[in-house]
């Protein structure tokens, strides 16, 4: 295994990083301060946008996609530690480099299993940054961990298909350039194979029937960067069977094939997270005293920065060996190695926010500093693409089979 960053990782690396510190952390307040004056908080962000011109003029756009015919064309290797540079402002940094969830998952979807009216009409437009797009899987009334309960119903009627359901916790839905749902749901709820009851179908946001019915909070926050987190209705939506994704009873594989990827590039901008909380203890370590000596000799202080720097270089190379192993025997092959760093990473770098959070004291949970929303981020992703219980549980169930 090489994990050394080749010409063209290097070259990418030194152009993120000095795109980050010349415009990225800069407009962090600013955004903040532009979002204060918007008639809706959901509305684009001036800053927000021009960066995402920036970000194009210097080619660090769609970095994300490994399909050169459409992205950058990088490995997961090669896309790692740009991944984790922009974890580093998880809001905006994805946001105008266009590699942001969900609208990341989504293009790889249709990139891989969508058809060419299709990459036509959704694709190209999502590379472009022109729209935006939700994908919608999660339901309030069961225990969406297990995405065999889901309960939407997706029923052919002729030439049409007519979906009814309720989702909620669907990423990217408030945004007003949010133009296209990915939905999934069940076309045939009593089939024997509970794997492939599900499919998936694009419903336009305009389709009768869509109702975006509320923003859902995360910790009080709305995530606004990346178009919230809403709940949707659909009341016996049509919409055309070449709308189908794939093909019937396929929607649970191409689940699995989004989440794949998915959970990696989280895992990546975690690490960016926990350098930034680092990086911020340190500051903070060195600039204020208290009890006679300056922070940073307080024993405990110290023991928190050394341990989140030996945390943060085990999960790096866990994730490089993921990436790594993704690129050379696939997804599939790397399935221990994706849940293993689904596991560690979130839980290991909520820990090092929280002493970080700590360090700061009243304004480490306040909006003057980035650490509280960070926390809030790292800690719903120990929940989200799968809660820890269910990785641990398949995890487990793996190594147990060795022995039985």
């Known amino acids: 295994m090489d994990f050394a960053f080749d010409a063209r990782t290097e070259e990418l690396r030194a152009r993120l990083l000095a795109f980050m510190d010349e415009y990225v952390y800069p407009a962090e307040r600013v955004a903040h301060e532009q979002r204060e004056r918007l008639a809706s908080p959901w509305e684009s962000v001036p800053v927000v946008e021009e960066l995402k011109a920036e970000a194009r003029r210097q080619g660090l756009w769609n970095l994300f996609l490994p399909d050169d015919g459409y992205g950058a064309g990088l490995t997961n290797l090669q896309y790692a530690p740009l991944a984790e540079i922009m974890g580093r402002s998880p809001q905006i940094a994805p946001t105008v480099t266009n590699c942001a969830a969900p609208d990341t998952g989504n293009m790889e979807v249709l990139a891989q299993f969508g058809d060419e009216r299709q990459r036509k009409q959704w694709l190209e437009p999502l590379l472009a940054g022109e729209i935006r797009s939700a994908f919608a899987m999660t339901e309030p009334e069961v225990a969406s961990s297990d995405a065999t309960n889901i309960t939407t119903h997706i029923e052919r009627d002729g030439d049409e298909y007519v979906i009814t359901g309720r989702k909620w916790y669907i990423s990217g839905a408030m945004h007003p350039d949010c133009t296209i749902f990915i939905v999934m749901g069940k076309t045939d709820p ?169 360090l700061y004291g009243a304004g480490g949970v306040s909006q003057d500093y980035p650490l509280a929303e960070l926390y809030a981020g790292a800690r719903t992703l120990m929940i989200a693409d799968g809660p820890d219980e269910v990785h641990q549980r398949s995890l487990a169930r793996r190594e147990l089979k060795k022995y039985l």
């Open 190 to 358: 009593e089939g024997p194979d509970i794997r492939r009851q599900q499919s998936m179908v694009l419903v336009p946001r305009d389709t009768p029937g869509v109702t975006v019915q509320r923003a859902m909070q995360v910790f009080g926050y709305e995530d606004h960067y990346h178009g919230g987190h809403a709940e949707v209705v659909f009341d016996h939506a049509r919409v055309p069977v070449s709308n189908l994704i794939g093909e019937e009873g396929g929607g649970f594989a191409i689940a699995q094939a989004r989440l794949g990827p998915g959970r990696i590039h989280h895992c990546m901008r975690l690490i960016g997270m926990a350098e930034r909380a680092i990086e911020l203890m340190c500051r903070r370590a060195v600039s204020r005293d208290a009890f006679g000596k300056a922070l940073a000799q307080q024993g405990v202080v110290q023991n928190w920065i050394a341990d989140a720097r030996v945390a943060v270089e085990q999960l790096r190379l866990l994730v490089l060996k993921t990436a790594w192993m993704m690129d050379t025997v696939g997804n599939r092959g790397a399935h221990t190695e994706i849940q293993a760093i689904k596991i560690a990473t979130p839980r290991t770098v909520v820990g090092i926010l929280d002493r970080a959070i700590q």
